[in-house]
């Protein structure tokens, strides 16, 4: 059964303990998702819209209305065991330098690299993960589209100067079989530091290792730096001497 274009819909994209966000997908217009009692406004433009509603209590089941009509639901997630260690937001998939996106038809927001789609969706990632409280953010591959000096430049102008600790990792697109330009120099003069080879950060309790995985004779990749050994040997000592290992890879 198809569902009609036009019946309005209301989902839920993701849960923490305290917040939901939900996803509305109806005729362009204002809507309200009303949840225990409170009211959002979400404004929908071209089918979709969307917010983060706050405020709710861990594993807790709620009702989501739309327009005072059953929507969704949904059960919050119950708070972490044990201490605060940190908060850590993770993006991947830029692709800095594409400026078409679907089949049919072929949409584009902008023919220039610095103001099309990949640009806009990282400046609103950006402005969301430290609205969250994001204390370190690891950029996880595909930062270029086609391994482009002026692809990493316009990254960069993006990246740099964040108040946070950023780390970059390469994926196939930044030097695999996309295999252009150095992204590695490009970056280090707007000091971002692409780490290319396995890295191991110790940060408060957290343990972060980053490993760039794309191997030879991996599918569409032609060349990588593969730490699996390094990757292995830190697995086993991990929980020995830290409270926790966070594992990041492209």
Request: aromatic residues 6%; contains cysteine.
């Amino acid at each position: 059964m198809r569902r009609r274009r036009d019946r309005p819909t209301l989902e839920v994209f993701a849960l923490e303990p305290g917040a939901v966000q939900v996803i509305v997908r109806a005729p362009d217009d204002r809507w309200t998702v009303s949840i225990d009692g409170d009211d959002t406004a979400v404004q929908v433009t071209a089918g979709v819209g969307a917010a983060v509603v706050e405020g709710l209590q861990p594993a807790t089941s709620y009702e989501a209305r739309l327009d005072g009509r059953p929507g969704a639901t949904f059960r919050t997630l119950a708070e972490p065991p044990g201490a605060y260690l940190g908060r850590f937001a993770t993006i991947s998939d830029l692709h800095v330098g594409e400026t078409g996106f679907g089949v049919a038809p072929r949409v584009r927001m902008s023919r220039n690299p610095a103001t099309a789609h990949p640009v806009v969706c990282l400046r609103a990632a950006l402005a969301e993960l430290q609205d969250w409280g994001a204390e370190g953010l690891v950029v996880k591959g595909d930062i270029s589209h086609d391994s482009r000096t002026q692809e990493y430049e316009v990254v960069a102008a993006e990246l740099r100067g964040l108040p946070l600790p950023l780390w970059v990792i390469p994926g196939n697109h930044d030097g695999g079989n996309h295999h252009r330009d150095d992204g590695g120099p490009v970056l280090a003069r707007h000091g971002i530091t692409l780490h290319d080879r396995t890295t191991e950060l110790k940060l408060g309790g957290l343990r972060v290792i980053l490993a760039n995985t794309p191997q030879w004779g991996q599918p569409g990749t032609t060349q990588g730096n593969s730490d699996f050994g390094v990757i292995n040997g830190t697995q086993a000592n991990s929980q020995r001497h830290v409270q926790f290992a966070l594992r990041f890879m492209f």
